[in-house]
């Protein structure tokens, strides 16, 4: 798809149904962006693993740093999490949804990655959304501060996730 035809990732609410992913959470943040055509061929968690497999060496340095950072206070590291399209264990694999998540001392998160047609009701695969949810549930201090510090990152790597997985050429993953 040329870049000039690639649409841009918007932040939406999250849908009910996220929040339900988790129980008492406190924070949820979706994004969402149009599908190009052979993306939107692929289940969910074909596409989620193109996101990570896609991942700018930027944010593999930010999660190799909030690894060093973390360890001593006990937390899991990126590398503990295993299982998923996307690194974390897989609670939930549908065509067009997928659920991953992990709890762990200082908080417990839900990723959902899925896929919908577009707000005109039509199911045709041009004209699908994918549409990334993360849900959090804070435990202790540690959680809330933990959630704070992370923030602004997180907005801007889940953008770029979406944006780098439309962006790739189609036989690359």
């Known amino acids: 798809m040329p870049a000039s035809l690639v649409s841009h990732t918007e932040e939406v609410a ?4 996220h929040w339900a992913l988790l129980p ?7 994004y969402r962006i149009r599908l190009t055509p052979q993306l939107a061929k692929l289940n969910t968690t074909e596409i989620a693993a ?7 060496a930027w944010v593999s340095a930010l999660i190799r740093l909030r690894d060093r950072l973390m360890a001593p206070l006990g937390l899991k590291q990126a ?15 549908e065509p067009a949804r997928v659920v991953m998540g992990m709890d762990d001392r200082h908080l417990d998160f839900r990723l959902c990655v899925e896929k919908s047609p577009a707000a005109t009701g039509q199911s045709a695969d041009d004209d699908q959304w994918l549409t990334v949810t993360t849900v959090v549930r804070t435990k202790r201090l540690l959680g809330k501060a933990y959630l704070a510090a ?22 690359q993953a």
């Open 14 to 17: 999250p849908a009910p149904r």
């Open 24 to 30: 008492g959470a406190g924070f949820a943040d979706s």
């Open 50 to 56: 193109r996101m990570m497999a896609t991942q700018p």
């Open 79 to 93: 590398g503990d999490h295993g299982g998923g399209p996307a690194g974390f264990p897989l609670l939930l694999a």
């Open 150 to 171: 992370i923030m602004p990152f997180h907005r801007c790597v889940a953008r770029t996730l979406l944006q780098q997985v439309v962006r790739q050429p189609a036989g």
